[in-house]
């Protein structure tokens, strides 16, 4: 999803960024908003999405195909039964699945080979392949951005065969919704593709962490080091994989702007991320309750999976001091339809948080 940054003005007193440089700002001006896909680059070509497609993905041309328009109408809700209906083809068609991942994806095949069940997911960071076999459940990332890639929500051959994953699909580009801000659609620049990756490529753990090789490729893990961020605790069990965990007021203070999942365990939601694009050593520090990943703000220090796909649908801004009082700062939060303004005031070793303005779409 997209979402909309407030412009925010830095001043910079040095050419390497410190701590203050990459989490404080001088000003925040409410007023001039930018939308994020002015800052974004111009959709791919046929030719450019070719030339740039991992390493490890063929792609076959089809003579006989599912038709991207198809494919997406028969899977699109025009209404609330349909998006009922949904649901519940959901809990029943998938039910195996639904056991094992819980709501971590969204289902949308399935296939048996041996005594393996194979299956396809769909998250807010991209497609996976979801395995059952001897009860245990296991997911791999495919790495096809969805920006490029559409994957058929109906697969009408086997997608497992001859050791290879076999999808087909088009390739797409974004195009935005006249009137609803922040919200994508796609259109096909070419249909009837199929993308064939090796099941050996797709499943590599080379660190034996929990998650595939490409899935730590694409977002800035170490796929040779089961333990990214060196403080004790491995990856897939780490709940803020990449960096170190502290334990300061600033830190505390994005804590409490974290999505609050209620009674949910999320450590168990091993495949379930919520992604932020920030260098703020004090936001990187968080020790959250659901996992979480960053995004450089430098597009040149960024994988080339984030870099292409937008997989943030909120945002937390840097710090504004007050001027006069030493306690009190001020923080943004905003995603694809909000946005929410707020003073904080630390006193006796915590923060009060007190809305102070926003706006929903």
């Known amino acids: 999803m997209k979402f909309f940054y407030f412009t925010l003005f830095i001043s910079l007193l040095s050419c390497s960024k410190s701590v203050e440089d990459k989490c404080f700002v001088e000003k925040m001006n409410n007023t001039d908003v930018i939308f994020v896909d002015d800052l974004k680059e111009k959709p791919y070509t046929v030719k450019q999405i070719l030339d740039q497609k991992p390493k490890y993905l063929d792609i076959i041309n089809l003579k006989k195909f599912r038709t991207f328009k198809k494919d997406s109408a028969d899977s699109h809700f025009y209404t ?62 495919l790495g096809l951005s969805f920006s490029h890639y559409y994957i058929n929500k109906i697969q009408e051959n086997p997608f497992i065969e001859n050791g290879f994953l076999q999808l087909q699909g088009s390739l797409v580009k974004i195009i935005k919704v006249a009137g609803l801000p922040g919200y994508d659609d796609y259109s096909a620049m070419e249909d009837g593709k199929l993308f064939k990756i090796k099941i050996n490529d797709l499943t590599k753990d ?29 990856d897939f069990e780490d709940m803020n994989p990449m960096f170190k965990s502290g334990k300061n007021k600033f830190t505390e203070l994005y804590e409490l702007l974290l999505p609050n999942y209620g009674t949910t365990d999320m450590k168990k939601m091993y495949y379930v991320f919520q992604v932020y694009e920030s260098d703020c050593d004090y936001f990187h520090q968080i020790r959250p309750d659901v996992r979480v990943l960053f995004i450089p703000e430098n597009k040149d220090k960024q994988t080339y999976y984030t870099k292409i796909t937008d997989i943030t649908d909120e945002y937390i801004s840097k710090i504004k001091k007050d001027k006069e009082d030493p306690n009190r700062f001020y923080i943004q939060k905003f995603g694809n ?14 923060w009060i948080l007190k809305l102070g303005g926003g706006y929903i779409i």
């Open 80 to 141: 609330s039964s349909d998006s009922e209906n949904m649901i519940r083809k959901q809990y029943v068609e998938f039910k195996e699945f639904k056991s094992k991942f819980s709501d971590q994806f969204v289902f949308y095949a399935k296939e048996q080979v041996g005594n393996v069940q194979y299956g396809l997911g769909k998250n807010n960071l991209g497609y996976w392949l979801l395995k059952i076999e001897n009860n245990k459940a296991d997911a791999y990332f």
């Open 206 to 234: 080379s660190d034996n962490d929990g998650y595939n090789d490409i899935f730590e490729n694409s977002f800035g893990l170490n796929p040779n080091n089961k333990d990214t961020d060196g403080d004790g605790v491995n």
């Open 337 to 350: 339809s909000y946005g929410n303004n707020y003073s904080a005031d630390y006193e006796k070793g915590k």
